[in-house]
Nanobody, 126 residues
Framework: VQLQASGGGLVQAGDSLRLSCVAS????????MGWFRQRPGKGREFVAS????????DYADSDKGRFGISRDNAKDTVYLQLNNVQPEDTAVYYC????????????????????WGQGTQVTVSS
């Protein structure tokens, strides 16, 4: 079972980029998916989540309107679109999978997630 995140890099403030997370060894449609990030010297925090059927999404208040989460179950892939990134978005971004009973659940709590990827670094220069 593995989640492979990619798409990070060094960008300038105001740029956009899309992170991808490809799942292997699990049926992604059985899981709600989430993105978390860990800023330098900080704990891992919730960024966005999406329900199994894509019906529901949730975002951290600080990211609403700038970030977008989506998924393609046929490709076992979840995406995080980051728009108008700022230096404070600099972090390692992790994708994670949560085994939910309800198709519409989009958990925001870190403890709800049982499978984690290795993370992809996003660095935003001012």
């Amino acid at each position: 079972v593995q989640l492979q995140a990619s798409g990070g890099g060094l960008v300038q403030a105001g740029d956009s980029l899309r992170l991808s997370c490809v799942a292997s060894g699990l049926i992604i449609s059985d899981y709600a998916m989430g993105w978390f990030r860990q800023r330098p010297g900080k704990g891992r925090e919730f960024v966005a989540s999406i329900s199994r059927n894509s019906f529901n999404t949730d975002y951290a208040d600080s990211d609403k309107g700038r970030f977008g989460i989506s998924r393609d179950n046929a490709k076992d892939t979840v995406y995080l679109q980051l728009n108008n990134v700022q230096p404070e978005d600099t972090a390692v971004y992790y994708c994670a999978a949560s085994r939910t009973i309800r198709e519409t659940a989009a958990p925001t709590q870190r403890a709800s997630y049982i499978v984690w990827g290795q993370g992809t670094q996003v660095t935003v220069s001012s």
